[in-house]
Nanobody, 127 residues
Framework: QVQLVESGGGSVQSGGSLSLSCAAL??????????MGWFRQAPGNEREGVAL???????TYGESVKGRFTISKDNAKKILYLQMNSLKPEDTAIYYC???????????????????WGQGTQVTVSS
């Protein structure tokens, strides 16, 4: 069974930084052939796409995090990262790692929504 395990969440003051990681276990294909991404969900809100990284390394970001968050991955270690800088209270949410086999640059976050999900990690930003 494919498993995605997030870590690195926590509490930080507005303007601070946090880094999230997501380890992928028991993937059925080579890690580099998966589109990987991050979503978040705040109470009362729908789950929204934060950032994704495609099989060729190209990246896509949600409008609200552009210029502040950076997604990256280590194919050898099978780990996905999300560096979050200049955090705001509205970034407070549960952050989920997602994986989907194949190219996602044409479908955006849609392909990831149909893929594998982690259990989530809480990020809280105080003002």
């Amino acid at each position: 069974q494919v498993q995605l395990v997030e870590s690195g969440g926590g509490s930080v003051q507005s303007g601070g930084s946090l880094s999230l990681s997501c380890a992928a276990l028991r993937l059925r294909a080579v890690y580099s052939s998966y589109c990987m991404g991050w979503f978040r969900q705040a109470p009362g809100n729908e789950r929204e796409g934060v950032a994704l990284i495609d099989t060729d390394g190209s990246t896509t970001y949600g409008e609200s995090v552009k210029g502040r968050f950076t997604i990256s991955k280590d194919n050898a270690k099978k780990i996905l990262y999300l560096q979050m800088n200049s955090l705001k209270p509205e970034d407070t949410a549960i952050y989920y790692c997602a994986a989907a086999w194949g190219v996602c640059r044409y479908s955006g976050f849609g392909l990831l929504r149909e893929g594998y999900w982690g259990q989530g990690t809480q990020v809280t930003v105080s003002s």
